[in-house]
Structures are given as structure tokens and as C-alpha cells.
């Protein structure tokens, strides 16, 4: 029996109620393979905790993180309690960096069943690898003459480590993928960054002459998007980029909601973090009717990770057949709850 020790943040909001809904599957699909065994720890830390305790985690947290397998953490922010840069900074954002999670894989396909907002609905099949360390996310800068004169500076950092890695990455899966890399860039108005990521790009493009590449400007790429996505393969993106774009692969899905992504420890030094792409959804918070499908097909990532690919494939099959027997919350169009769909993805899952 292969045993997998799962830390569980679920964080805010909707994020306590879709982690519980992909902790069920996750058990179903270990009943389903038979051989391996999920043993989750969960962790309080949210918002909630930073009013008790006045940090979002414990001195000790990420010490008490490295010794698991792995990460599975909802969402982080309620802004009514905490502003948004202090939450964030303090625990997903913590994570991310002090566990060296560099890589941010966020795939987004055309999905059976469901209701895009495309005009053209194509069939897409991407995957957006963020710059998930530096960039535009940076505490470098401050700001001075609080009042009328105020002047605040923020520094964005890209290391040619970092932007190489990225886009290693990127060209890495493409080869295992339809072997193109979009590179997302801004060089006709960031001056000094975007050239350099685009200079970057073009030395590490040659070390793969295999695959077939572009680099295209964000602006015009987040409208490719909505008139073509099927043009796209893999697409590398700074931090900031990357964010916006996903929010983007979620909602030309159908909704952000059932967005995945994976934060990746390439040094193997510490664990990986899974975690959607959706944040935790104030507005919908505490009906029971929040999309549970990004935190489940991030759950198949985290069994991908683990080298359960034919179990994750499984899960993956089955969301689909979920959503196209219309078994859907009302983000995707439908009337279910968020215990509806799990139960009918654990249903489902245990009669293959
Ligand atoms: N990774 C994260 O933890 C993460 C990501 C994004 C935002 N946030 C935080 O979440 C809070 C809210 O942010 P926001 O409103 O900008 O983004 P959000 O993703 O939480 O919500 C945007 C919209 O999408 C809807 N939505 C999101 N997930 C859904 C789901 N699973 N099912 C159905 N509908 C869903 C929401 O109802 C809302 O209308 C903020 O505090 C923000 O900082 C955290
Ligand atoms: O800005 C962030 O990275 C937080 C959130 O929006 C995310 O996409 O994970
Ligand atoms: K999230
Ligand atoms: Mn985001």
C-alpha cells in the first residue's frame, strides 16, 4: 500500500467547502485503485486564524509543511477581515516562494457538457506555465509622502534564472505535448524586462529545435483567447501575465470555477502545492453552491505529481461525464450543489 501524507489548507471562503468535496473523491479514488492510501493533515490557516493570531500561519508553519508529500490548499483572501496583500503574502504567496514552487501549471480545455462563452467554442487544449517566484510580484519598492505627494514604486525582478527555467519548463512539456511554445511578452511598452524576456526566449528557443514557437503581446494574446485558442499549445508568461491569463483559460471553459493549476518544487527540496485557479468567492461563500471541479481536477494533478496518472485520468473522465450528464452548479449554467456534483463524481468514479 502506497501512502501519501496530504497537508490541507483550506483556507477562506469557498475554499471550505470545495476542498472537502475533492478530500471525498480523492478517497473514492483510492477505494477505486486499491492500492494507495491518502492520510490528510488539515491546517486552520486563513483569515479567520490571522484575526486569533495575528499571522495567517504559525512561526513554525512551513516548517511543519516540509514534511509532507505535498500541499493541497484551497483559497486564500477575505478581504471584510484582512486586505487582500497581507493575506496572500502571508500564506499562498509564503508557500510559493519559501518552498521554491517556481512553476505554475494551469491547463484550460474545450470541456464535454459545457456552456463557453465563446462565439466559436473550438475545440482548446492549453496549458499556461506561469513564472510563479519573481517578476511583477516582488516586495521591492515602498512607498513615501503618505498624503497628497504620495509616491509608491514597484520594482519588477526577472532573474535569468528564473525566466530561463520558465521557459525550459515550457519547452520540456511541449515536447511531451503538440510541440509549440507561445511566448507571452510586452516589449513594445515594458522597456526593460519584456526585452529581456524576449531576448531570454530566443537564446533558450534554439535548444529545441523541435519545437515550433511565437511570442506574441499579451494585449493581443488575451484576445486570441477569446477569438482563437485553439492556436495555442503551451504558453510561457511572466507572474502577472500568467494570472491573468488563467483567470481567462477558466472563463473561456465556462467558468473559473473549474480551473485547476499546480504549484511545482522542481528542486525536489520541498513539496509541491496544488491549488485552483479560483480564489475564495466572497460572493457565493456559505450557499453550497460553489463549483467543487477546480479543486477536484487539481486533485488529479496532484495525482499526476505523484505518478497516478491513470487514477487522475480517471477523475478526469469522469468531471467530464458529470458535467455532460448537466450535473452542474449554477457557475456552469446548472441548479446542483456542490454536493451534488461530488456525489455524482464518486458515484460515477466507483463504477468504472
Ligand atoms: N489562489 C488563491 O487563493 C486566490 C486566487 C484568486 C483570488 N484570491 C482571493 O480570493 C478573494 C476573492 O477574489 P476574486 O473575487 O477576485 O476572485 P474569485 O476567483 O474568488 O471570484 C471571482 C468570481 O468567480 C466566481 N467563482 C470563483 N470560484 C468559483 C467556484 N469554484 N464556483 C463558482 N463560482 C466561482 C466567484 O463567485 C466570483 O464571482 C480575494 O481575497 C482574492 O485575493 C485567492
Ligand atoms: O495573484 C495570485 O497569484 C493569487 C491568485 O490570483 C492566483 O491566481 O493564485
Ligand atoms: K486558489
Ligand atoms: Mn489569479
Redesign the pocket.
Known amino acids: 500500500m502506497k501512502k501519501f501524507e496530504i497537508a490541507v489548507i483550506p483556507?477562506?471562503?469557498?475554499?471550505k467547502e470545495?476542498v472537502p468535496a475533492a478530500l471525498t473523491v480523492l478517497n473514492t479514488a483510492a477505494e477505486v485503485h486499491g492500492g494507495i492510501r491518502f492520510d490528510f493533515t488539515e491546517f486552520p490557516w486563513s483569515?479567520d486564524y490571522y484575526l486569533k493570531h495575528g499571522q495567517m500561519m504559525p512561526d513554525d508553519g512551513l516548517q511543519i509543511l516540509q514534511g509532507f508529500d505535498a500541499i493541497f490548499?484551497?483559497?486564500?483572501?477575505?478581504?471584510r477581515l484582512v486586505p487582500?496583500h497581507i493575506?496572500?503574502w502571508g500564506l499562498?504567496i509564503k508557500i510559493r516562494r519559501e518552498f521554491e514552487q517556481v512553476i505554475n501549471i494551469r491547463p484550460a480545455k474545450c470541456f464535454k457538457g459545457l456552456c463557453s462563452p465563446l462565439v466559436n467554442p473550438n475545440d482548446f487544449d492549453l496549458i499556461v506555465v506561469r513564472e510563479n517566484s519573481e517578476g511583477e510580484y516582488s516586495e521591492v519598492g515602498g512607498r513615501i509622502h503618505r498624503g497628497e505627494d504620495e509616491l509608491a514604486i514597484q520594482n519588477a525582478v526577472f532573474t535569468r534564472k528564473g525566466t530561463e527555467r520558465a521557459m525550459r519548463y515550457a519547452f520540456e512539456l511541449a515536447q511531451k505535448r503538440r510541440g509549440h511554445v507561445t511566448s507571452a511578452t510586452k516589449s513594445n511598452g515594458i522597456f526593460h524586462s519584456m526585452p529581456f524576456w524576449d531576448e531570454v526566449f530566443n537564446e533558450v528557443k534554439q535548444d529545441y529545435p523541435d519545437v515550433a514557437t511565437a511570442s506574441i503581446h499579451i494585449d493581443a494574446l488575451a484576445a486570441f483567447f477569446v477569438t482563437r485558442p485553439q492556436m495555442f499549445d503551451v504558453i510561457v508568461a511572466s507572474n502577472l501575465f500568467g494570472d491573468i491569463l488563467t483567470?481567462l483559460g477558466g472563463a473561456i471553459m465556462g467558468?473559473?470555477?473549474?480551473a485547476p493549476?499546480a504549484n511545482i518544487n522542481l528542486n525536489g527540496k520541498y513539496p509541491s502545492m496544488f491549488?485552483?485557479?479560483?480564489?475564495?468567492?466572497?460572493?457565493?461563500y456559505g450557499k453550497g453552491?460553489?463549483?467543487?471541479?477546480?479543486?477536484i481536477w487539481t486533485a488529479k494533478m496532484m495525482l499526476d505529481h505523484f505518478g497516478e496518472e491513470e487514477l487522475g485520468n480517471k477523475i478526469l473522465k469522469v468531471i467530464e461525464e458529470v458535467t455532460e450528464a448537466g450535473v452542474k452548479?449554477?457557475?456552469?449554467g446548472g441548479s446542483a450543489s456542490?454536493r451534488e456534483v461530488t456525489g455524482e463524481i464518486c458515484r460515477r468514479l466507483k463504477a468504472l
Not at 467558468?255 to 473549474?258: K, P
Open positions: 483556507g477562506d471562503g469557498i475554499g470545495v483569515c490548499l484551497g483559497a486564500v483572501g477575505n478581504p487582500d493575506s496572500l499562498l483567470d467558468s473559473i470555477g473549474i493549476a491549488e485552483p485557479v479560483h480564489g475564495s468567492a466572497p460572493d457565493i453552491i460553489a463549483n467543487p471541479i477546480g479543486q452548479t449554477p457557475d456552469m456542490t
